[in-house]
């Protein structure tokens, strides 16, 4: 008699690592499924829509996760735990290539702004117009701005966990949206119907 190979896409990211931790290569094969497109996905976005580069940080992650496996707190969010570490190496990133970008804001309370839930009416637009033109604009933004805009409207992580990953108050998390919705609103001027 055998013993069936487990289900592993039926475990939790967090049980995945830790069997990753003792080597497991299942574990590992798994994670590697779940986050590969998304990780991909931001790292195109926050590193000027380069292939290339996206594809390159993709291999690196994955090398980190397999090497540093064992420094993951259990207690711990596998998704806030491994953005965090995509959002430093693209910290990194812009740091080495000093182009990073500083925008003024006006200093405003923490509590001081509601989040709208975004509405699309793209009745009237070419969706992947609005798409294109929605990320060209987003990359003059900081790599602070464009993250928290990502991992909201592209991840749909909470205010809490964006603020884990960028180590910045839920208060300055929602002053950031603000600020990146009200500027890309702006921009965007011809897409009136839709609000973020």
Not at 125 to 154: C, G, M, N, V
């Amino acid at each position: 008699m055998f013993s069936l190979k487990p289900q592993y896409s039926k475990f939790s990211d967090e049980y995945l690592v830790q069997l990753l931790v003792n080597g497991d290569v299942s574990a590992f094969n798994q994670l590697y499924t779940r986050y590969n497109q998304r990780l991909l996905y931001y790292f195109y976005r926050m590193l000027g829509n380069s292939n290339e580069k996206a594809q390159d940080f993709l291999q690196d992650i994955f090398l980190k996760l397999m090497n540093k496996s064992a420094s993951f707190d259990p207690s711990r969010k596998f998704t806030t735990w491994i953005f965090s570490i995509a959002h430093n190496m693209c910290k990194n990133e812009y740091r080495r290539m000093d182009t990073r970008k500083v925008l003024v804001l006006e200093s405003i309370s923490d509590g001081a702004w509601e989040e709208a839930d975004p509405v699309f009416d793209e009745s009237d637009i070419d969706p992947e117009e609005f798409s294109r033109q929605l990320f060209e604009e987003l990359q003059s933004f900081d790599e602070i701005h464009k993250t928290a805009f990502l991992l909201r409207y592209r991840e749909e992580l909470s205010l809490k966990e964006i603020g884990q990953i960028l180590d910045i108050s839920e208060g300055t998390v929602k002053s950031r949206l603000f600020y990146t919705r009200k500027r890309l609103s702006e921009r965007l001027e011809r897409y009136r119907k839709v609000s973020f």
